[in-house]
């Protein structure tokens, strides 16, 4: 189930507080995809964070949260927000990319104290491919939480509305919008040659590796 809270001004004034950009950008999830967000900025402003966050918590209420937690990179500055507007407890989950392994978020031992056995609010600042989103919540799951439902400021295409759908809980968000998102073998702007431009590692644009062509399989 889906809660927006649609206004398309809210949408404009995300994108803005987030620097988007349009161009070719590879994303944490190993995904391509034609749009970037510094959602670190969006808390720049602190007086419009926090009106962001209590309009989140207004209809995130309803879900009787005992916990509010985000990933450390973003989505735990939105949970300290909406934590003191509901009067909640607060934890984060930290990044952990160990060498030739997948990136996972894991809870501190402080913060696992403070989820275990409670019904949490997951929150992240933006959700596009859902990966801090995913791994957060096992993350939680790991730690003995229960879900009580998911937030965020901008839903970026349907990863989001798929997570809670699988998991039965709400989803609350202030916008969402559309964008491109790609298997790198599928990515049309590889095709058309479009440089891939890292960010996560601060590297300079590099010519897009051509897409893997497609293996046809007995379903066709």
Same mark, same amino acid.
């Given at each position: 189930?889906?809660?927006?809270?649609?206004?398309?001004?809210?949408?404009?004034?995300?994108?803005?507080?987030?620097?988007?950009?349009?161009?070719?950008?590879?994303?944490?999830?190993?995904?391509?995809?034609?749009?970037?967000?510094?959602?670190? +900025?969006?808390?720049? /402003? !602190? *007086?419009?964070?926090? @009106?962001?966050?209590?309009? =989140?918590?207004?209809?995130?209420? &309803?879900? $009787?949260?005992?916990?509010?937690?985000?990933?450390?990179?973003?989505?735990?500055?939105?949970?300290?927000?909406?934590?003191?507007?509901?009067?909640?407890?607060?934890?984060?989950?930290?990044?952990?990319?160990?060498?030739?392994?997948?990136?996972?978020?894991?809870?501190?031992?402080?913060?696992?104290?403070?989820?275990?056995?409670?019904?949490?609010?997951?929150?992240?600042?933006?959700?596009?491919?859902?990966?801090?989103?995913?791994?957060?919540? +096992?993350?939680?799951? /790991? !730690? *003995?939480?229960?879900? @009580?439902?998911?937030?965020? =400021?901008?839903?970026?295409?349907? &990863?989001? $509305?798929?997570?809670?759908?699988?998991?039965?809980?709400?989803?609350?968000?202030?916008?969402?919008?559309?964008?491109?998102?790609?298997?790198?073998?599928?990515?049309?702007?590889?095709?058309?040659?479009?440089?891939?431009?890292?960010?996560?590692?601060?590297?300079?644009?590099?010519?897009?590796?051509?897409?893997?062509?497609?293996?046809?399989?007995?379903?066709?």
């Amino acid at each position: 189930m889906t809660e927006p809270i649609p206004p398309s001004r809210i949408a404009r004034e995300l994108l803005d507080a987030m620097n988007a950009s349009s161009g070719h950008f590879l994303h944490e999830s190993g995904h391509h995809g034609d749009l970037w967000l510094d959602p670190d +900025a969006l808390f720049l /402003d !602190a *007086g419009r964070a926090r @009106a962001w966050g209590s309009m =989140l918590a207004r209809p995130a209420a &309803a879900c $009787r949260p005992e916990v509010v937690c985000g990933p450390r990179t973003g989505g735990a500055r939105l949970a300290e927000l909406m934590a003191a507007e509901l009067g909640t407890g607060c934890a984060f989950a930290v990044r952990d990319a160990p060498e030739g392994r997948p990136v996972r978020y894991r809870l501190p031992e402080s913060c696992r104290e403070v989820v275990r056995d409670r019904r949490v609010l997951v929150v992240d600042d933006a959700v596009n491919a859902g990966s801090a989103l995913r791994a957060t919540l +096992a993350g939680l799951r /790991d !730690a *003995g939480a229960s879900v @009580a439902g998911f937030t965020t =400021l901008l839903a970026l295409g349907g &990863a989001a $509305r798929e997570i809670a759908g699988r998991e039965q809980a709400p989803l609350f968000a202030l916008a969402s919008l559309d964008r491109g998102l790609w298997a790198p073998g599928e990515c049309p702007l590889c095709a058309s040659g479009t440089p891939l431009v890292d960010r996560l590692g601060a590297a300079s644009p590099r010519p897009a590796a051509p897409p893997r062509p497609k293996e046809k399989d007995a379903h066709g």
